[in-house]
């Protein structure tokens, strides 16, 4: 069963950093793209970003290009969100997701629980 758990989410205030994970289990976490999303209240689901396993390249969504960063760690099967600078209009839910590759933007095949991102002005 191909589990996705996402935390690291807080509050913190604007201009501030976290550090979010999405660790994996029961699938072959290192063949798969790794996308985060969000959705604030009242808005729509927007992509944040999108990791490939083919070649490690990362695609961010233009709201946060330049603060976002994603790395990878297979061994400990955890994908990180690296936000920075973060700004009020940054508050929302961020998920996790998983899914087998081949598509220009990460699908969503699979999706684990969110965590909570509140940036405080």
């Known amino acids: 069963e191909v589990q996705l758990q996402a935390s690291g989410g807080g509050l913190v205030q604007a201009g501030g950093s976290l550090r979010l994970s999405c660790t994996g289990s029961?699938?072959?976490?290192?063949?798969?793209?790794i996308g985060w999303f969000r959705q604030a209240p009242g808005k729509d689901r927007e992509g944040v970003s999108c990791?490939?396993?083919?070649?490690?390249?990362?695609y961010y969504a233009d709201s946060v290009k330049g603060r976002f960063t994603v790395s990878r760690d297979n061994a400990k099967n955890t994908v990180y969100l690296h936000l920075n600078s973060l700004q009020p209009q940054d508050t929302a839910t961020y998920y996790c997701?998983?899914?087998?590759?081949?598509?220009?933007?990460?699908?969503?095949?699979?999706w684990g629980k969110g965590t909570q991102v509140t940036v405080s002005s």
């Open positions: 997701t998983a899914d087998s590759g081949g598509s220009s933007w990460c699908r969503g095949d699979y």
């Open positions: 029961g699938f072959s976490f290192e063949d798969f793209d």
């Open positions: 990791l490939h396993s083919s070649d490690g390249s990362a």
